[in-house]
């Protein structure tokens, strides 16, 4: 089991930057495939990005791949998610989430665990 905590949330201007981290508090999170979900109010929670567990493979989202980056350090037991060119619509809770098993999934049920996310607001 992993037990995960969301960092690096907070208010930015539409067109900024912001790096959000995922920690494992518990477990070794080298094990797991990690994903970020966002959850705007509202709305349904919704697929951003995933990591493999060593790193190599990283599936996005259509509406952000070409602004987000998802990256892991093993060693530091942490998954980040560099978003850029943040829009308003951006604005959301973000989650990460750790599942165990060889492929990237981008659907909510096909992850165990989860944090209790951290949230993102950009203006205009």
């Known amino acids: 089991q992993v037990q995960l905590v969301e960092s690096g949330g907070g208010l930015v201007q539409a067109g900024g930057s912001l790096r959000v981290s995922c920690v494992a508090s518990?477990?070794?999170?080298?094990?797991?495939?990690v994903a970020w979900f966002r959850q705007a109010a509202g709305k349904e929670r919704d697929f951003v990005a995933a990591?493999?567990?060593?790193?190599?493979?990283?599936s996005y989202a259509d509406s952000v791949k070409d602004r987000v980056i998802i990256s892991r350090d093993n060693a530091k037991n942490t998954v980040y998610l560099q978003m850029n060119s943040l829009k308003s619509e951006d604005t959301a809770v973000y989650y990460c989430?750790?599942?165990?098993?060889?492929?990237?999934?981008?659907?909510?049920?096909?992850?165990?665990?989860w944090g209790q996310g951290t949230q993102v607001t950009v203006s205009p």
């Open positions: 989430a750790a599942r165990r098993g060889n492929a990237l999934s981008t659907t909510v049920a096909r992850y165990d665990y």
């Open positions: 990591i493999s567990s060593g790193g190599l493979g990283k």
């Open positions: 518990s477990g070794t999170l080298s094990s797991y495939i």
